[in-house]
């Protein structure tokens, strides 16, 4: 099969891999239909944190993807079952024609999906980065007892997982979300879909939340797009007692520097988020799919341009430099 070939840092290829093959009880392997480009992928291939076993992996490091089963040892997921693929996020598998799965890391799309119908496989396709979403908001703002107030969450980038925490930030009941990017296009998607948007660095981040608070700083900062420097300024922004999500990965292996005085002088919490596809029952992920279904959520806004599996070095280097005016990036083997 043809599969991406990371052998180095900044190095995409595109090779022949052997097919996969399932060979235990619960494995399946999915003709893949389209895959997605995330952040992530940037940070992995192109930045310098390759992962150890990035050369040896067909498909690396693309992990958002949705396909049909086409052989299968899994009762749950019979062939002819499309699916949203979750592979462990540092393995990947998705830049591919195939891909071997188990019953841990797919969900079954609703029955009336018609696999060959590449604009709803990718509308169900987004579900993916929904759901890694969805897990870290749990975490970055779980129930408690007496429960926060919700007033105000500033989101730090407004691509497509930032828009994401956008929406589900709403719908938990956040009176304002104020969300910042450098890309004029993504924050008019951000303004539609009821965000208060700072182009950086025309405007200042920190000065408009001081003026939208009243000085008192939001209760909720997610830093999404993976900066040492937003992650630093999160802190600066954060109210008194506030929460700092970090979801954005590190920009490389080395420690980074974190403005401990004023952690300490707000006694701030620091989460971050991880391994969303180690999640018991991929709850968030079936959560995700779910609000795609039901209309709860918008999506369209990341049905930019489809490219080939030959293209993908190509379409990292253009997400990388913001995207062209576009949100997102489908490949399709």
């Known amino acids: 099969m ?31 239909v389209a895959a997605s480009v995330c952040g992530s992928d940037l940070h992995s291939a192109l930045h310098g944190t390759l992962h150890p076993r990035g050369p040896e992996l067909a498909g690396y490091p693309g992990h958002e993807g949705v396909g049909v089963v086409v052989s299968s040892r899994s ?8 699916v949203l693929c979750v592979p462990p996020g540092e393995l990947g598998g998705t830049f591919a024609e195939f891909i071997l799965l188990d019953e841990d890391h797919a969900v079954a799309l609703p029955p009336e999906v018609d696999p060959e ?17 969805l897990y870290a ?31 589900d930030a709403l719908l938990r009941g956040f009176e304002q979300v104020i969300v910042s990017d450098t ?34 700083g939001a209760d909720l900062v997610i830093e999404a797009v993976g900066s ?22 590190y920009e490389n292996f080395d420690p980074a520097p974190v403005p401990i005085y004023e952690v300490f ?11 969303a596809q180690s999640e018991p029952g991929l709850v968030s992920f079936h959560e995700a799919v779910r609000r795609i279904r039901d ?31 576009n949100v997102k990036f489908t490949i399709t083997p």
């Open 295 to 325: 209309g709860e959520v918008d999506v369209d806004y990341c049905l930019g341009p489809v490219h080939t599996l030959e293209e993908t070095g190509q379409v990292l280097r253009i997400a990388e430099r913001g995207g062209d005016g």
């Open 117 to 133: 119908d590449l604009t709803t496989m990718r509308r169900y396709m987004m579900a993916q980065q929904m759901g890694t979403c």
């Open 2 to 32: 043809r599969a991406t070939h990371v052998p180095a840092t900044g190095i995409v290829n595109v090779e022949q891999w052997p097919e996969p093959e399932a060979t235990r009880d619960g494995e399946f392997v999915a003709r893949v």
């Open 265 to 275: 002088r707000k006694c701030v919490r620091l989460q971050g988020s991880v391994a």
């Open 75 to 82: 009762e749950k997921f019979p062939v002819g079952t499309p």
């Open 183 to 216: 890309q004029q296009h993504r924050l008019d998607i951000a303004r539609r879909l009821g965000a208060h948007t700072v182009l950086v660095p025309d405007e200042s981040l920190p000065e408009v939340v001081s003026e939208l608070t009243g000085n008192a």
């Open 137 to 167: 908001m749990n975490l970055y703002w779980p129930r408690e007892v007496p429960e926060r107030h919700a007033g105000t969450c500033v989101i730090m980038g407004a691509g497509s997982a930032g828009l994401f925490f956008l929406q």
């Open 228 to 249: 040492d420097a937003l992650r630093a300024e999160a802190v600066e922004v954060v109210a008194h007692r506030g929460i700092v999500g970090w979801f954005g990965l």
